[in-house]
């Protein structure tokens, strides 16, 4: 028998508008579906501006509106409902990492309090002993050491930085965490270190993350499955290597033909596709279709029977 996945987050049909009513208006999330599952990492790639971040803030609850339409469930619970006691265990159940660390620590805080802040605010240490050996715990799974505990931010390097974010995002023993491009403002040789860390603490402590990024380059190697954004809607989901080598929707096409080769004669060779984005606003009705089976695409009927006739496994 096939075990059912659990999904621990579910967004139906969501809508979110800026500045709602005003001239500014600006729906930054349009109809938007999709669930993470357990323990997965579902990676959101898309350029800047459509809507990434709007989405991983949404499903935190972070927003001083909540979205315009539709719904979001994380553990089967309606995020927009929760309040009192179950906010606050929300609250640690579902945490965020930064894109950039330098900005998202305190600079004025020693590491040990910045990583402890969440232990104080929801009371999970005994008393001061065990509040500094649960950071020092914390300190060793990201990589870092007892020799950290009293340094302050500036004192290290930014892919050190992005592991205290790590660190503290941890303390309160989260379930889900949105990593908002947690590795974008880090040098290219750091960058597959901090997935890495990501995949062996994801493993260690059974997490579930939604992984924000711009290209698909780092993100097909931490992610289960991708979405694919464009001017806030969903444009094609499936698994990494459905979206990465396989990819159908023109978008993501062209999404992959920007990405730079590091081989010089491929480099060479590369011609990024560009894309028409009228067809987005030609009026036509479309969703998300299934073309290969867990492979959606937003689409018409005529252009996903098309799609059907190419698609390759
Ligand atoms: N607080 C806000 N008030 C008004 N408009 C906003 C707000 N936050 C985001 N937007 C707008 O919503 C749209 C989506 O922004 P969002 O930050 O989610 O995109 P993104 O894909 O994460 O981009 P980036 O990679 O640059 O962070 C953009 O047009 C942005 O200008």
Redesign the pocket.
Known sequence: MVEERKKLVELKNIDLI??KGKRNA?K?INNVSFDIYEGETFGLV????????????AILKL?DKDIDSGEILFDGKDVIKLKGEELKEFRAEAQMIF?DPQASLNGRMRVKDIVAEGIDVNGLAKDADDRTKQVEDLLKLVGLNHDHLTRYPHEFSGGQRQRIGIARALAVRPKFIVA??PISALDVSIQAQVVNLMKDIQKKEGLTYLF?A?DLSMVKYISDRIGV?HW?KILEIGSADQVYNHSIHPYTKSLLSSIPSPDPIFERQRTPIVYDPTAETDGQVREMREILPGHFVFSTEEEAAEYKKTATL
């Open positions: 800026f500045n600006n930054a898309g350029e800047s501006g459509s809507g990434k971040t709007t989405i991983g803030r927003y894109q908002d491009e924000i711009h954004m806030g």
